[in-house]
């Protein structure tokens, strides 16, 4: 079985634009949660969707949002960028909303660098 | 709010030296704790977990005993290789419900990196 994937795995933008990311999960796995990494913060949790609704989000500004489709595909938007959303941002999917038994499985992450 | 600490890296040790992480916690109710290691240029991979008190997660050779009194969830492992050099991250989950004030996102502690020289 596919693990998770996220797409692209790097991406360069410059201050001000804005930046979609993509999330596939494992085949099967309804939810999708999104965390951001940052050597200062660490690991923050974003937001998590289930069945296409946000059912849980972190304490992030409004600049970052996401959705999920009907096949359980994902994706974040971050507008107007900022240097400090510089990050890897990684996707988990779980097959219920997580718990304690219900295991995240983690993307590889996408590494993003704002100019 | 809920938080982890973590003790800081690298920490470097000798092939087959004995491992310890120290973890400590603090959330209201009774969380789950994980430990998750992830290697240069991947994701993160659930290395074990432990759901309530007095229970110990083991995988690979590494384990954590959950210690409600000491609010710890320390990983230890006997003998350590080369191919575990990676950073290591405590988490904890709140079982409760987000209608009913818990949350389900996994709270991490910082990472420590832990280096072994063959």
């Known amino acids: 079985k596919a693990g998770v994937t996220q797409t692209p795995r790097y991406l360069i933008k410059t201050r001000g634009q804005q930046v979609t990311l993509s999330c596939s999960p494992i085949s099967g796995h309804r939810s999708v949660s999104w965390y951001q990494q940052t050597p200062g913060q660490g690991l923050q949790f974003l937001f998590e969707y289930f069945s296409e609704t946000q059912r849980n989000k972190g304490n992030f500004p409004g600049r970052f949002s996401g959705r999920q489709f009907s096949n359980s595909r994902s994706e974040m938007n971050v507008s107007t960028l900022e240097l400090g959303d510089s990050a890897l941002y990684l996707c988990?999917?779980?097959?219920?909303?997580?718990?304690?038994?219900?295991?995240?499985?983690f993307g590889p992450g996408t590494r993003l660098t704002v100019l | 709010g809920n938080s982890v600490t973590q003790m800081e890296g690298p920490v470097t040790l000798s092939e087959e030296a004995f491992l310890t992480i120290n973890c400590t916690y603090t959330a209201t109710g009774y969380p789950s704790l994980f430990w998750y290691v992830q290697y240069p240029g991947e994701g993160l991979q659930l290395l074990l977990k432990?759901?309530?008190?007095?229970d110990k997660g083991s995988n690979k050779g590494f384990e954590a005993t959950y210690r409600k009194e000491t609010t710890s969830f320390h990983l230890e492992k006997g003998s350590v290789q080369v191919s575990d050099s990676a950073v290591y991250f405590c988490a904890l989950s709140d079982q409760g419900l987000p209608n009913l004030g818990g949350r389900r996102a996994l709270t991490f502690g910082s990472g420590t990196r832990l280096q072994v020289q063959p």
């Open positions: 432990a759901t309530k008190a007095d």
């Open positions: 988990a999917s779980s097959l219920r909303p997580p718990s304690s038994y219900n295991e995240q499985f």
